[in-house]
C-alpha cells in the first residue's frame, strides 16, 4: 500500500537523463520529502505518480497498481496537487479554485463553494477570501489556498512541488506548521519536492537527497541522516559544517545552555 | 446636416448593410485566426510556416483578391459573400500572430497546475488558456475590427453597397455632405463596435479590473 517508485528512470529524447533506477516505497499516512538541487531529478519524480511525467524505465504503483495502466485524467483527479508559487487559477475566484476538482468531477457548484469555503477555515483563511481573486492575496495566504484546493477532492494522495519555496521565511514557517498540523488530522500519502533540506527534516517522515541526475545519495529519516550522513555531498547538503549544526551544551547558572558552533544561545536543556 | 435628414433612410439601409458585411467577416476572422494560433503554439515550427503564409495574405491588393474570390469560390462577384471571404481573410492574417502571442501569454506555471489537477485536454483549452488568453486576443481583435470596418467600404467599387456607397456616389455626383456623412459614418460605427469589445473584455476578464484596485495584504 501507499506508493512505490519501482526501478523508475527518465531519459529524455535528447539523452538527457534525469532519474536512473530510483526505488522508494512510501507508506500510506506518511510523508515522503524528495529534496536536492536543480538537475537532481526530484519534481521528475513526484511528477511521475500523477504522470505528468512517464518514466521510461520501471513502474509507479499507487496502492499496488501501476498509473500507466490508470486514466491520466481520472488518476490526477484522484490526487491531490499543490503547486509551487503562482499556481492558482488568476482568473478564477479563490472559492472557485478550491472547488475546482470537485467540480470537475460532478459536484454542483454551490455544494462545491459550499465546501470550499469550510477548507478555507481548515487551511486557516477568513473564508470572507473566497470571493477575491488570487492576485489580492499574498504569497502565504495564496499557498494556503493551493493547500486547500488539493484538499478538496479528499484525495489519499498529496503531491507538493517546492510548495513554500517563493514566501518568506516566517510565512514559510506558518505554512509548514499547519501542514503538519492537517497532516495529523488527515494522514494523506504525500511527497513532498523542496530543495531546502531543513523543510524536509521538518515535513518529512523519510527524506531521499538526491544528487544531479537522480541519483540517491541517503534515504533515510531526518534522524538518521543528520546522525549519520553518508557521505560528503550530504555532509555538505544537510550542512553538518555549519555552526547552526553543531551544537553543545554549557552550563550556566546550574542550567544547561544549548548553544551552536559560534557560542550563540539556542535554548535551554531539559531533563 | 439637411442632405442626412433628406437621405436618413438610405444612409441608415447604407449603415446596415455595412455592419452586416463587417461584423461576420470579424467573427470568421477571430475563429480561424485563434484556430491558426493555437496551431502556432501548439507546433512552433508549422507555425512559422503558417504565421508567414498568413502575413503574406495581407500584402495581396485588395482589389484584385475581389476578382480572385469569386472565381475560386464559385460566387457571383457583387456578392455580399465575397467581400466577407475577403475581409476574412485579410482579418486573419493580421489576428493570427497575435493570437498565437496570446497563447503564449498564459502563464506556464498555471497551465501546468490546472493538468496536474485533472483537466482534460479540451477543458484546458476552453476554461484555461482561452480566457487568459483574451486580454491579448482582445487587443488583436480590436485592432481587425476598426480595421475590417473601414475597409468593408471598398466592396463599393465592385457593387457591394455599404457606407462606401456614400463614398463613390459623393465623389461621382460631387456631393461634399455624402462623403462627409459616408465618412463620419463608417468612423463612428468603428468607434463603436471598438466601445462594444471593449465592454465585452471588461466583462469576461473580472479579475483584471480587481487586480488593479486589489488589497495585497
Known amino acids: 500500500m501507499g506508493i512505490e517508485f519501482r526501478d523508475v528512470g527518465k531519459t529524455y529524447p535528447d539523452g538527457t537523463v534525469a532519474v536512473t533506477g530510483f526505488s522508494c516505497t512510501v507508506p500510506s499516512h506518511r510523508t515522503l520529502a524528495l529534496v536536492g538541487t536543480s538537475g537532481s531529478g526530484k519534481t521528475t519524480l513526484m511528477r511521475m505518480v500523477n504522470r505528468m511525467v512517464e518514466p521510461t524505465t520501471g513502474s509507479v504503483l499507487i496502492d499496488d497498481r501501476d498509473v500507466l495502466g490508470l486514466d491520466k485524467v481520472e488518476l490526477r483527479r484522484s490526487i491531490g496537487y499543490v503547486p509551487q508559487a503562482g499556481g492558482l487559477l488568476p482568473h478564477r475566484r479563490v472559492v472557485d479554485n478550491v472547488a475546482t476538482v470537485p467540480v470537475l468531477t460532478g459536484t454542483p457548484k454551490r455544494a462545491a463553494r459550499e465546501a470550499a469555503r469550510g477548507l478555507l477555515e481548515l487551511v486557516g483563511l477568513d473564508p470572507a477570501l473566497g470571493s477575491r ?103 555538505d547538503f544537510i550542512g553538518s559544517d555549519r555552526a547552526e549544526r553543531s551544537l553543545r551544551t554549557v552550563a550556566v547558572d546550574g542550567r544547561s545552555l544549548v548553544v551552536d558552533g559560534d557560542g550563540r544561545p539556542v535554548g535551554v536543556l531539559e531533563g | 446636416m439637411t442632405w442626412v435628414q433628406a437621405n436618413r433612410d438610405y444612409v441608415l439601409d447604407m449603415l446596415l448593410q455595412h455592419v452586416r458585411l463587417s461584423v461576420p467577416a470579424i467573427l470568421i476572422s477571430v475563429l480561424v485566426a485563434v484556430l491558426l494560433g493555437r496551431i502556432a503554439w501548439r507546433w512552433p515550427r508549422a507555425g512559422t510556416v503558417v504565421l508567414g503564409t498568413a502575413s503574406l495574405l495581407y500584402s495581396v491588393p485588395a482589389l484584385p483578391l475581389l476578382i480572385v474570390i469569386p472565381v475560386l469560390l464559385g460566387i457571383p462577384l457583387r456578392s455580399g459573400l465575397t467581400l466577407v471571404v475577403a475581409l476574412a481573410v485579410y482579418g486573419t492574417a493580421l489576428l493570427a500572430g497575435t493570437a498565437a502571442d496570446a497563447f503564449r501569454s498564459v502563464d506556464e506555471r498555471v497551465r501546468e497546475a490546472a493538468e496536474a ?101
Open chain 1, 133 to 235: 481573486y488570487p492576485a489580492q492575496l499574498s504569497g502565504g495566504q495564496q499557498q494556503r489556498v493551493a493547500v486547500a484546493r488539493a484538499l478538496a477532492a479528499d484525495p489519499n494522495v498529496l503531491l507538493m512541488d517546492e510548495p513554500f519555496g517563493a514566501v518568506d521565511p516566517i510565512v514559510r514557517r506558518g505554512l509548514q506548521d499547519q501542514l503538519l498540523q492537517l497532516q495529523a488530522e488527515l494522514g494523506k500519502t504525500i511527497v513532498l519536492v523542496t530543495h531546502d533540506i531543513d523543510e524536509a527534516f521538518r515535513l518529512g517522515d523519510e527524506v531521499v537527497v538526491l544528487k544531479t541526475g537522480g541519483i540517491v545519495a541517503q534515504t533515510g529519516t531526518p534522524q538518521q541522516i543528520m546522525a549519520d550522513p553518508a557521505d560528503d555531498f550530504v555532509r
Open chain 2, 117 to 217: 489537477m485533472g483537466y482534460s485536454r479540451a477543458g484546458l483549452f476552453w476554461r484555461v488558456d482561452l480566457p487568459l488568453a483574451v486580454p491579448v486576443l482582445l487587443s488583436g481583435v480590436r485592432v481587425i475590427t476598426v480595421s475590417t470596418v473601414s475597409l468593408v467600404t471598398i466592396g463599393a467599387l465592385v457593387g457591394i453597397p455599404s457606407l462606401g456607397n456614400l463614398l463613390t456616389d459623393g465623389f461621382q455626383r460631387d456631393i461634399r455632405a455624402e462623403i462627409v456623412t459616408g465618412v463620419v459614418a463608417t468612423m463612428l460605427l468603428a468607434v463603436a463596435l471598438d466601445g462594444l469589445l471593449v465592454a465585452t473584455g471588461r466583462l469576461v476578464t473580472p479579475w483584471r479590473g480587481n487586480v488593479a484596485t486589489g488589497v495585497t495584504t
